[in-house]
Nanobody, 116 residues
Framework: QVQLVESGGGLVQPGGSLTLSCLASGLSFGNVVMYWHRQAPGKERAQVARAGTVPGGTNVAEAVKDRFTVSRDNGKNMVYLHLSRVELDDSGVYYC?????????WGQGTQVTVSA
């Protein structure tokens, strides 16, 4: 049974930083592409970052690439999203996803609220 468990969300002030974590189990972690998506209030879920299976194969959405970084630790079955210089529009539920070439699995999400 595949499980993705996000953590690290919370309340952060504008300009602050936060690191989200996602622990994966039940899959061959080194062989799956990992994603972070964000769903802001009233908006559709959108991809924020991708961590591929090839070392260095990471991508971050253009709108946030100068503030967000994505990384993975295959030894720990973990993927991370580091948010820096956060803005009000960064608020939302952040979801971790895993794609094994056939199926996409989703975590339950972790809430990030940017507020002064």
């Amino acid at each position: 049974q595949v499980q993705l468990v996000e953590s690290g969300g919370g309340l952060v002030q504008p300009g602050g930083s936060l690191t989200l974590s996602c622990l994966a189990s039940g899959l061959s972690f080194g062989n799956v592409v990992m994603y972070w998506h964000r769903q802001a209030p009233g908006k559709e879920r959108a991809q924020v970052a991708r961590a591929g299976t090839v070392p260095g194969g990471t991508n971050v959405a253009e709108a946030v690439k100068d503030r967000f970084t994505v990384s993975r630790d295959n030894g720990k079955n973990m993927v991370y999203l580091h948010l820096s210089r956060v803005e009000l529009d960064d608020s939302g539920v952040y979801y971790c996803a895993a794609f094994n070439g056939v199926t996409t699995y989703w975590g339950q999400g972790t809430q990030v609220t940017v507020s002064a």
